[in-house]
């Protein structure tokens, strides 16, 4: 052991010194220095980060949250309280902050963060102009970054609809009026991304939920990663929808067919007035009446017997049992034979069954009964009488409409992010509506694929690095390696100090002399 030690601890001076014993270590190598740190070398990296501008008539809503004096202003904290909920968790006292990620991507960056956990947060903003249902498409995207994972809660928006109860955005909370609904959403295993839009039903004006269909495609790893995602939802006035996560189309689809309940309700309904007959007959099969179970039918015939071929093995000991009282289980001092019974001792294998073939009362092994029949039963026949399924018959549905353009939802004045989450630190950026796919094309190419090329540069960057200080030669790999074995050795060295004996004291000592000056005057 002590040979190995020292033959490593020798092995890793010779290739760490380099002192001309191969010259192919010496060829090219680079010695970093403060023009060219590794620190020097991220911050040339780094790409270069502006707050987006949004172009005047193309967006009715755009935050970057970069511009804290403009958030004050725009962005109100909800003061609610939710109905029929405890007084003491009722109000919306969730923090809100704007600040920097906690993995810091862009810089000057900011995002707007859910501070608190299992808090109820809410708070909105109103939209620079409403946005009117018209002839053009809705186009809503933002990013959302789970600093912290998600187990469950939410991060999704709400568009708000234009009325009186959302003219004071200080009282926002569950129960105010919105438009859409749209993001990702998570508790346990039940993973969804909202798209739930409000319909108004143009015969009594009631409103119902429409919630579309769940996404095909796998969407947990945004609530994981830690990483900023980008969410897109388009909604055009062909009624057709898309749902892109991170420029991925996930989901798509149409206003009038994929969504639960559906928009237009049936034209016809069941008739609650009309009753199914008494005499009715929906059996399809019934007992054959003109069969009759056989005299030689034994319905009590067991379904297994003891096999009467079989014999007792010899050595069978039928006056031991199994079980038997622990011989050395002795009476606790607290028994209490009033209340506990009387005292028995606990049943543990007995001893002398363990060598022989069995103990106790030996009975024969079951086997299947021929004999066996089972309850007799009369075959099935086409019953002469079916008369189908019955089922009420169909009335003109009395609440029937047709809208075929669901598209013309009610208009969106603000919006607004109210949740209860599990997870704090959740990060909102870069929020915009638009009617342009290319204006909000080019606001995420400012600002979300910017961060993704970032972090894709650090990640190469961390190899290249590597690669870089090695000048792309894997002999350096094996320098390097035995380099890093060198702590290990010396505390391998230490162990074995302990217990060597006197006369190799001096090698040893010359061995951690020459280990501590290679470590305190290391090669350049």
């Not at 007084?87 to 608190?116: F, H, T």
């Not at 106790?360 to 066996?372: E, F, H, M, R, T």
């Amino acid at each position: 052991m002590r040979r190995a030690v020292v033959a490593f601890l020798l092995l890793g001076i010779i290739l760490v010194s380099g002192q001309g014993t191969d010259d192919a270590f010496d060829d090219d190598v680079v010695v970093s220095t403060e023009e060219d740190s590794p620190d020097q070398v991220a911050e040339d990296e780094s790409i270069l980060y502006e707050s987006p501008k949004a172009t005047p008539g193309k967006f009715y809503f755009a935050e970057h949250f970069d511009n804290l004096d403009a958030f004050g202003k725009q962005w109100i904290k909800s003061q609610a309280k939710k109905d029929d909920t405890a007084e003491e968790i009722a109000k919306y006292d969730g923090v809100w902050e704007v600040e920097a990620p906690q993995r810091p991507i862009l810089k000057q960056d900011l995002g707007l963060v859910l501070k608190s956990k299992v808090k109820h947060a809410a708070i909105a903003a109103r939209l620079t102009k409403p946005f009117v249902f018209k002839d053009k498409p809705l186009v809503v995207q933002y990013e959302v970054t789970m600093q912290e994972g998600q187990e469950c809660g939410g991060a999704y928006i709400k568009l708000l609809s234009a009325g009186k109860e959302t003219n004071d955005l200080s009282q926002f909370r569950d129960k105010t009026p919105y438009t859409i609904m749209f993001g990702p959403d998570k508790c346990g295993n039940d993973i969804k991304l909202h798209f739930i839009f409000r319909h108004v039903n143009p015969l009594n004006g009631s409103i119902t939920e429409k919630h579309c269909r769940k996404s095909k495609d796998r969407i947990e790893e945004p609530f994981r990663d830690k990483q900023p995602h980008l969410y897109q939802l388009i909604v055009r006035p062909d009624n057709t929808f898309e749902i892109r996560v991170d420029h991925n189309i996930v989901n798509e689809g149409s206003l009038l067919t994929d969504f639960t309940p559906p928009v237009n309700p049936p034209r016809e309904i069941d008739d609650p007035t009309d009753i199914k007959p008494s005499d009715w007959d929906e059996r399809e099969k019934i007992p054959d009446p003109d069969t009759q179970k056989p005299d030689d039918w034994d319905e009590e015939a067991p379904p297994q017997i003891p096999d009467a071929s079989a014999s007792k093995p010899d050595g069978w000991l039928d006056d031991e049992d199994e079980m038997i009282p622990d011989p050395n289980a002795v009476k606790p001092d607290d028994w209490d034979t009033d209340m506990d019974g009387e005292w028995e001792a606990p049943l543990v294998a007995n001893p002398v069954c363990e060598k022989a073939v069995g103990c106790g009362v030996w009975k024969a092994p079951l086997i299947s009964n021929p004999n066996y029949k089972g309850k007799w039963r009369a075959p099935l026949i086409d019953n002469p009488n079916y008369q189908g399924k019955w089922a009420p018959k169909k009335i003109p549905n009395p609440d029937f409409f047709e809208d075929l353009n669901p598209f013309r939802m009610t208009t969106i004045a603000a919006v607004g992010i109210e949740l209860w989450s599990m997870s704090s630190d959740i990060l909102f950026d870069n929020i915009i509506i638009t009617d342009d796919t290319v204006a909000a094309d080019q606001w995420a190419a400012q600002t979300y694929d910017l961060k993704r090329k970032q972090i894709d540069r650090e990640a190469d960057t961390l190899w290249d690095r590597a690669m870089k200080s090695m000048n792309y030669k894997p002999g350096w790999w094996i320098m390097y390696f035995i380099y890093c074995l060198i702590p290990i050795s010396i505390y391998g060295w230490y162990l074995c100090r302990r217990y060597h004996s006197a006369s190799s004291e001096v090698f040893f000592s010359i061995c951690n002399d020459i280990v501590l000056s290679m470590l305190c005057h290391p090669v350049r």
